[in-house]
C-alpha cells in the first residue's frame, strides 16, 4: 500500500515508486533492498546522459567532460543511493531532456514517434513525482515559440509541426488521468 504522508515524505508523491518497492519487498526483498533500485535509477540515468552526450555533443573532449561532470555532482551521487522516488523522477526528466532536442530537430513521422516517447516517458515521470508538470509547461513553451517567432514557414507548416507535441499532453492524461 502506499504510506500515508504523515508516515514518510514518500508518501506525498505519486505511486509508481512506492508500487515498484513494495513489488520488490513482495518478491521477497526487504525494504533496505529497495534502495537498490533507487541505485539502478542512478546508473541508468548515467547512461542516459552518456546517450545525449554522444548525441549532441560533436567534440570528444566536450562529450567527456560533460559525462564526467554528471557522473561526479555530488548531489547525484548523494540522490542515488537513497531510498527515494527522486532518483526514478531524475531518470525520467533526463530521458525527456535527451529526446526533447531531438524531436524539435527532425519532421514528419519520425517527429510523432518522438513526441509520443516523451509522452509516455513524461507519463512514468508524473508517477514518479508530480513536478514533470513543469516538463510538459516548458515543451508547450518551446511549441509556442516556435508557432509565432518570425520564420520564412507559413503558418499551415508552423502547425503541422506543433501537432505532434500535443501527444506529449495526450498520452499523460491517458497514462495517469487514474492517478
Given at each position: 500500500?502506499?504510506?500515508?504522508?504523515?508516515?514518510?515524505?514518500?508518501?506525498?508523491?505519486?505511486?509508481?515508486?512506492?508500487?515498484?518497492?513494495?513489488?520488490?519487498?513482495?518478491?521477497?526483498?526487504?525494504?533496505?533492498?529497495?534502495?537498490?533500485?533507487?541505485?539502478?535509477?542512478?546508473?541508468?540515468?548515467?547512461?542516459?546522459?552518456?546517450?545525449?552526450?554522444?548525441?549532441?555533443?560533436?567534440?570528444?573532449?566536450?562529450?567527456?567532460?560533460?559525462?564526467?561532470?554528471?557522473?561526479?555532482?555530488?548531489?547525484?551521487?548523494h540522490m542515488d543511493g537513497m531510498l527515494t522516488n527522486e532518483v526514478g523522477s531524475n531518470l525520467f526528466a533526463v530521458g525527456v531532456v535527451v529526446l526533447v532536442p531531438k524531436a524539435f530537430s527532425v519532421e514528419g513521422r519520425k517527429r510523432w514517434w518522438l513526441a509520443a516517447a516523451i509522452g509516455v516517458v513524461v507519463s512514468l515521470q508524473l508517477l514518479t513525482k508530480i513536478s514533470a508538470l513543469t516538463a510538459i509547461a516548458v515543451i508547450g513553451g518551446a511549441v509556442f515559440l516556435e508557432l509565432v517567432l518570425p520564420q520564412p514557414r507559413a503558418w499551415r507548416e508552423r502547425i503541422k509541426r506543433a501537432l505532434p507535441f500535443t501527444l506529449v499532453v495526450l498520452i499523460p492524461i491517458v497514462l495517469t488521468g487514474w492517478y
Open positions: 500500500a502506499i504510506p500515508a504522508p504523515p508516515v514518510v515524505f514518500t508518501g506525498y508523491h505519486p505511486p509508481l515508486w512506492c508500487a515498484m518497492a513494495a513489488g520488490l519487498v513482495k518478491l521477497g526483498g526487504t525494504v533496505v533492498a529497495a534502495q537498490w533500485m533507487s541505485i539502478l535509477f542512478g546508473v541508468l540515468k548515467v547512461m542516459l546522459v552518456w546517450v545525449g552526450v554522444e548525441l549532441y555533443f560533436k567534440d570528444r573532449a566536450a562529450r567527456l567532460g560533460a559525462i564526467a561532470l554528471a557522473t561526479i555532482l555530488p548531489v547525484m551521487i
